[in-house]
């Protein structure tokens, strides 16, 4: 299948910091490219999907302003989460598509943990 | 929009036995029904799909079966290994939006 790289896999950073996540799709390209939050022992939660070259569309309860979030090519997607606090720590999930079929595929995931 | 409902929560075997998870979903626009195995912190990896113009799909441990009239697919894994223990997630997409709707999750544990 196809491979889709997250860096980094996990993320210690200071209350009030911005962390930057990136999302890499590396033998296709993302026309399509989905942020999800995971919370312990939960689903999935999607943050916002977003298209290369276009703006994300967030949902709903989602701080758009806090999740900055960057599809400038077709192979790269970035999260920044901005002056991060403890409520933020999660583990962050990509996801990626091709346009084709409907198969997205996964990132490693990123463990975010703010002290 | 889409909902899914995923079947059981947990679900505990013994190595060799079979295994099933079951999942509903809400929209007949859905066609794209993926299986994804997620291991302790890692992201979700694509196991097997099935489109809504198959009814059966198998992959040599694992298949998947579609009942489109009733709405629910499941997973069947056989001959199951400790290697097998995740949480597997169903999920469905469509015509209606190709973003994928997830079930709440299973935690399978195979017992050696």
């Known amino acids: 299948g196809a491979v889709v790289s997250q860096h980094p896999s996990w993320v210690i950073c200071k209350s009030g910091t911005s962390v930057k996540i990136e999302c890499r799709s590396l033998d296709f390209q993302a026309t399509t490219m989905f942020w999800y939050r995971q919370f312990p022992k939960q689903s999935l939660m999607l943050m916002a999907t977003s298209n290369e070259g276009s703006k994300a569309t967030y949902e709903q309860g989602v701080e758009k302003d806090k999740f900055l979030i960057n599809h400038a090519s077709l192979t790269l997607s970035t999260l920044t989460v901005t002056s991060a606090h403890p409520e933020d720590s999660s583990f962050y999930i990509c996801s990626a598509r091709d346009g084709g079929p409907a198969e997205a595929f996964f990132g490693q995931g990123t463990r975010l943990t703010v002290v | 929009g889409e909902n899914v409902e995923q079947h059981p929560s947990t679900l505990s075997v013994q190595e060799g036995d079979s295994a099933v998870i079951k999942c509903t979903y809400s929209?007949?626009?859905?066609?794209?029904f993926p299986w994804y195995k997620q291991e302790l912190g890692k992201g979700p990896q694509l196991i097997i799909d099935i489109r809504s113009n198959v009814g059966e799909k198998k992959d040599q441990r694992i298949a998947v079966t579609l009942n489109k009239t009733a709405k629910h697919f499941s997973l069947h894994i056989t001959e199951t290994q400790p290697e097998d223990s995740a949480v597997y997630f169903c999920?469905?997409?469509?015509?209606?939006?190709?973003?994928?709707?997830f079930g709440r999750g299973t935690s399978l544990i195979v017992h050696p």
């Open positions: 929209d007949s626009a859905s066609n794209y």
């Open positions: 999920a469905a997409s469509g015509r209606g939006s190709y973003i994928p709707t």
